[in-house]
């Protein structure tokens, strides 16, 4: 019978010369084997019961695989690793190289290739166990049941997929789609988007030359974004340090610390809030914290600040053209306190037990900004 020509089987001898010395590991036994293969595919797909590492550099594609069995004689574990297959198909752009492993007595190999550098796509899916790629102009995709991945040096984009392990991706040219099963997923730098999405661990992202989606149950930080940021965080802080967009962010249990940014729509159910250096329309508000935003001059639309129980600090550029109302629940307990002429309190009704307001335009009056203490003060500082 005729096979295909788009299947290749490495032959036994090409192994057998490959193979290095069988080598007694703990329990069992374990033997390096390794070859190459000859192709014209520009793309790859690797698949492997175990861990797998590709590096891009060689001129050729060529394999290294440790092959470990469970056996109780070097005879038997001999007929465990003979049993093992490194096995190619092509077709089209692709070339497909996957390894079989013996039904009973295997242990897991672990898989490493040395391939071009210039591959457009490299799929790599590991049945269980850590993947790792460097040093790769096309994209990436990585996909393992449970496993760590760390991929860099990738001018591609990359999507990566645990379903549980740490996700650590250093420089990357092109979007980032990643999803972790429950682990923290640390990103360098990225040439566009970011979407992020953990079900228990921290985000960190350093540099996204796009928006960035980050969900998390525990931290996010975001170091700089060129666009947007949204951010879920079930119980932890969130911090972004520069967006140039809009930020929106919900914490059900943690700060909202934001340092740069063209709007702001943030809401903690239990954490203090920070804005500093937001321009455009802000909202924020918290059940339980207090409230700090330093404004800038080039704030516009309408915003509120608002928390239940906690401080309400503003402080505003002499030169900003707004209309501020606020307001204190808290009766005599709470107070509002301003460095601004303009803004004067309501006549006090007597009644202890009043809210206290105030109200006034600066420069004229402009975008109105409500500022709403429930049980606390609101302090209206002069911005330095």
């Given amino acids: 019978m005729v096979r295909p020509r788009y299947w290749l089987a490495l032959a036994a001898a090409a192994l057998a010369a490959a193979q290095g010395p069988l080598k007694r590991e703990g329990a069992g036994w374990a033997q390096d084997s390794g070859g190459s293969v000859a192709t014209t595919a520009v793309k790859l797909k690797v698949v492997s019961p175990g861990p797998i590492t590709v590096r891009g550099g060689g001129?050729?594609?060529r394999y290294s695989i440790n092959r470990r069995a469970r056996a109780g004689s070097e005879a038997e574990a001999r007929q465990?690793?003979?049993?093992?297959?490194?096995?190619?198909?092509?077709?089209?752009?692709?070339?497909?190289l996957w390894v079989e492993a013996p039904a009973r007595g295997a242990g897991t190999p672990e898989l490493a290739?040395?391939?071009?550098?210039?591959?457009?796509?490299?799929?790599?899916e590991a049945r269980g166990g850590r993947i790792e790629a460097f040093d790769l102009d096309g994209g990436v995709e990585a996909h393992t049941t449970a496993g760590g991945i760390t991929i860099d040096r990738v001018a591609g984009p990359v999507k990566a997929h645990t379903g549980g392990g740490e996700v650590r991706l250093g420089w990357i040219g092109g979007a980032v789609r990643c999803i972790s099963g429950g682990g923290s997923v640390h990103l360098e730098r990225a040439g566009g988007e970011a979407l992020i999405e953990t079900a228990g661990g921290e985000i960190v992202v350093g540099e996204a030359g796009g928006q960035v989606r980050a969900s998390t149950a525990g931290n996010i930080h975001v170091r700089r974004a060129a666009g947007s940021?949204?951010?879920?965080?079930?119980?932890?802080?969130?911090?972004?340090?520069?967006?140039?967009?809009?930020?929106?962010?919900?914490?059900?249990?943690?700060?909202?610390?934001?340092?740069?940014?063209r709007g702001a729509r943030l809401e903690s159910a239990a954490g203090a809030?920070?804005?500093?250096?937001?321009?455009?329309?802000?909202?924020?508000?918290?059940?339980?914290?207090?409230?700090?935003?330093?404004?800038q001059a080039g704030v516009a639309g309408d915003s509120f600040l608002g928390t239940v129980r906690g401080d309400i600090t503003v402080y505003i550029p002499s030169n900003l053209?707004?209309?501020?109302?606020?307001?204190?629940?808290?009766?005599?307990?709470?107070?509002?306190?301003?460095?601004?002429p303009e803004i004067r309190l309501q006549p006090d009704p007597g009644d202890m037990l009043r809210?206290?307001?105030?109200?006034?335009?600066?420069?004229?009056?402009?975008p109105l900004l409500t500022v709403a203490a429930g049980q606390g003060s609101v302090f209206l500082r002069r911005q330095k």
């Fill in 229 to 261: 940021v949204t951010a879920h965080a079930a119980g932890g802080l969130i911090e972004v340090q520069h967006s140039g967009g809009a930020v929106i962010a919900e914490t059900s249990g943690g700060s909202i610390q934001v340092g740069g940014a």
């Fill in 80 to 96: 465990v690793l003979d049993a093992f297959q490194v096995k190619t198909r092509t077709s089209g752009d692709w070339l497909v």
């Fill in 355 to 366: 809210p206290v307001a105030a109200e006034g335009a600066l420069n004229g009056g402009g």
């Fill in 113 to 124: 290739l040395s391939v071009p550098r210039g591959l457009k796509e490299c799929v790599i």
């Fill in 273 to 295: 809030i920070r804005l500093r250096g937001v321009t455009g329309a802000l909202r924020a508000s918290t059940a339980l914290g207090n409230i700090l935003a330093d404004l």
């Fill in 59 to 61: 001129e050729s594609i």
């Fill in 321 to 340: 053209a707004v209309t501020v109302r606020a307001r204190s629940e808290a009766g005599s307990r709470g107070r509002i306190v301003s460095e601004f």
